[in-house]
């Protein structure tokens, strides 16, 4: 049975750094595309970043490339967000969600919702000075 559950998520100053986990039970990550998504007050949900299942492609929102890194262990069947240069507009809670076994291609933030099923509880970054 698949469960997600996020941790790592505070209160930091604009500039700082957070990294985000998510570790996986009830299944395996290989076969699965796993990605990150955030939603802040009055906001819809949004993509920020993904592994696909096929090829293991990152991909990331354009407003956090270069400032975001996903990554997988899959001996710890854990994945992560690490997120330097914090901005307040990063502000959310942020959900990490897993596909079925199934194949998700590189373009996995395109038109997400037809491929998560599986959704953690949240962990909340707030960035503020």
């Known amino acids: 049975q698949l469960q997600l559950v996020e941790s790592g998520g505070g209160l930091v100053q604009p500039g700082g750094s957070l990294r985000l986990s998510c570790s996986a039970s009830g299944f395996t990550l290989p076969g699965h595309a796993i990605g990150w998504f955030r939603q802040a007050p009055g906001r819809a949900r949004e993509g920020v970043s993904c592994?696909?299942?096929?090829?293991?492609?990152?991909n990331y929102v354009d407003s956090v490339k270069g400032r975001f890194t996903i990554s997988r262990d899959n001996a710890k069947n854990t994945v992560y967000l690490q997120m330097n240069s914090l901005k307040p507009e990063d502000t959310g809670l942020y959900y990490c969600a897993a596909s079925e076994r199934t194949p998700v291609p590189a373009t996995c933030l395109l038109g997400w919702q037809k491929y998560y099923a599986y959704w953690g509880q949240g962990t909340q970054v707030t960035v503020s000075s």
């Open positions: 592994i696909s299942s096929v090829g293991g492609r990152m």
